[in-house]
C-alpha cells in the first residue's frame, strides 16, 4: 500500500510481519518480568535467554549469519558463530529494556551518553519541523524517547508499523503521553505527517527495511544492491524539512549512547540521492556496531521486504 500526499508524492505504507513470538501474552510476560528484575539481573537474564534462541529460530539465525558475513566477509567461522550469539544477546537485552521502560520509563540510568547534541541545536534552530531517521540499530526505540527532551517541548511523532496482534501494538506504545504515536494502515494516515513537520513539529521514522511496495529503492549497501524505503525522503521534501539519522546503540557497560549524525537536506530531485547518502551512513554505523544490526531478514534478496 501507499500514501499519496497532496505534494503528489507517494509513501509507502508498511507491511506487517507475522512471527509466532509476536503475540501479546508473551509480551505481557516477559515485561512483567523485566519489569521486575533489577537492570543487571535483567540483562544478563535476556542475554542467557538471547543466545538460548540462537538454535530455537534456525532461520532467523541464518539470516543473520548471512548479513554479517556480507558486512566482514573475511571473519572465520567460529568468530562469526560467536558474532551471531552476541547479536542475539544483545537484541535480548535492548528488548528487555523496552519492555522494562514502557511500564516504568527512567532513561537516567540506561543513558551513557549523546553525540552529535550540535546537529539536533542545528535542526532546531531552523525553526522548521525535522524527520528523524533511525534504523533497526542498538535499541532504536530508546532513541525514539530521548527526542521528547532533545525536542524543546515539540510535538514528536513516532510512526509504527501495523502489527498482527493489536494487543502487541498497544505495549509497544508503552506510557509515554509526550509521543504520539502514528500506524500507518492506509494512505490518508500519512498526510497529517506534512501538516505536523511544516507546523515544526518531529517525526520519527525507521528506513532500514523494505515494504515490497514500489517505493523501495535498490542502493549499493555493503558492495551489492539491496532495498530501501524512499518514503522518508518523499515525506521530507514534500514538507520541506530535514532528515536527521540517529541512533542509540549499547556500550560494553550495557548502557547506551544516542549518536546523532549530520542533517540531510532532500530538494525536489534529490530524493533517491539523499537516501544513498543516508544508506551510506547506515553501512558506517553497521561496521561499528555489526551485532547490533537487529536485521533478522536477508536485505538483498529480490523480494527482500
Known amino acids: 500500500m501507499s500514501a499519496t500526499l497532496a505534494s503528489g508524492a507517494t509513501v509507502a505504507v508498511p507491511s506487517t510481519r507475522p512471527h509466532r513470538l509476536n503475540r501479546a501474552p508473551l509480551f505481557r510476560l516477559a515485561s512483567a518480568v523485566a519489569a521486575a528484575l533489577p537492570r543487571p539481573a535483567r540483562a544478563s537474564v535476556a542475554a542467557a535467554l538471547g543466545r538460548a534462541f540462537v538454535r530455537a529460530c534456525p532461520v532467523e539465525a ?100 501495523p502489527e498482527v496482534d493489536a494487543g502487541v501494538e498497544r505495549m509497544m506504545r508503552g506510557r509515554d503521553d509526550a509521543m504520539r504515536f502514528v500506524t500507518l494502515r492506509a494512505p490518508a494516515d500519512a498526510v497529517p505527517l506534512v501538516a505536523a513537520l511544516r507546523r515544526g513539529e518531529i517525526v520519527g521514522m525507521q528506513g532500514d527495511r523494505a515494504l515490497g511496495h514500489r517505493g523501495d529503492v535498490r542502493v549499493e549497501f555493503f558492495g551489492a544492491p539491496a532495498r530501501f524505503p524512499l518514503g522518508p525522503f518523499l515525506l521530507a521534501r514534500a514538507a520541506g524539512v530535514p532528515v536527521l539519522p540517529a541512533y542509540c546503540v549499547l556500550g560494553d557497560d550495557r548502557r547506551y549512547t544516542v549518536m546523532v549524525k549530520a542533517p540531510i537536506s532532500v530538494e525536489r530531485g534529490t530524493e533517491e540521492a539523499s537516501l544513498q547518502e543516508w544508506v551510506a551512513g547506515l553501512a ?22
Not at 120 to 125: G, P, R, S, W, Y
Not at 284 to 305: K, L
Request: aromatic fraction near 10%; charge should be positive; proline fraction near 4%.
Open 284 to 305: 558506517g554505523v553497521i561496521r561499528g556496531y555489526p551485532t547490533q544490526w537487529f536485521n533478522f531478514f536477508d536485505p538483498w534478496a529480490p523480494d527482500a521486504r
Open 62 to 161: 541464518a539470516a543473520v549469519r548471512g548479513n554479517l558475513t556480507r558486512v566482514d566477509p573475511a571473519l572465520s567461522a567460529s568468530m562469526r558463530a560467536r558474532q551471531v550469539g552476541d547479536l542475539f544477546a544483545r537484541f535480548a537485552v535492548c528488548f528487555a529494556d523496552l519492555l522494562a521502560a514502557n511500564r516504568h520509563w527512567a532513561a537516567a540510568g540506561l543513558l551513557a551518553r549523546r553525540e552529535g547534541d550540535a546537529h539536533v541545536a542545528e535542526v532546531l534552530a531552523r525553526g522548521t519541523g525535522f524527520i528523524v531517521l533511525t534504523a533497526h540499530i542498538g535499541n532504536w526505540e530508546l532513541a525514539g524517547r530521548t527526542l521528547v527532551e532533545r525536542g524543546g517541548g515539540r510535538p514528536v511523532h513516532i510512526v509504527m508499523a
